[in-house]
Nanobody
């Protein structure tokens, strides 16, 4: 089973930027980023196909976040710009055994441990 490790979270002021990374222990297929705020469900953020030529975003992050990947490094990234306090959450990366991305939690079989992102106002 592929292990996923997220990094890059932290505390940032509103309007700032962070870049999250998700390193996989082996080859992965389609990947996704999700986030979970305290007391809330885990929500979809972004997904990318195995080839990287297809991406999808939640409406709340469209135009501010960019998902990308480097298959040579088995790593997926989430560039987050113009951060808002409502972006505060634990961010998780996930992998699924399909080349096509997906937007629902149940479509992913492998999850990282999460990285905290806190945006102050």
């Amino acid at each position: 089973q592929v292990q996923l490790v997220e990094s890059g979270g932290g505390l940032v002021q509103a309007g700032g930027s962070l870049r999250l990374s998700c390193a996989a222990s082996g080859r992965t297929y389609a990947m996704g980023w999700f986030r979970q705020a305290p007391g809330k469900e885990r929500d979809f953020v972004a997904t990318i196909s195995w080839s990287g030529d297809s991406t999808s975003y939640a409406d709340s992050v469209k135009g501010r976040f960019t998902i990308s990947r480097d298959n040579a490094k088995n790593t997926v990234y989430l560039q987050m710009n113009s951060l808002k306090p409502e972006d505060t959450a634990v961010y998780y990366c996930a992998a699924r055994r399909s080349g096509v991305g997906a937007t629902t939690v149940s479509m992913y079989g492998n999850w990282g441990q999460g990285t905290q992102v806190t945006v102050s106002s």
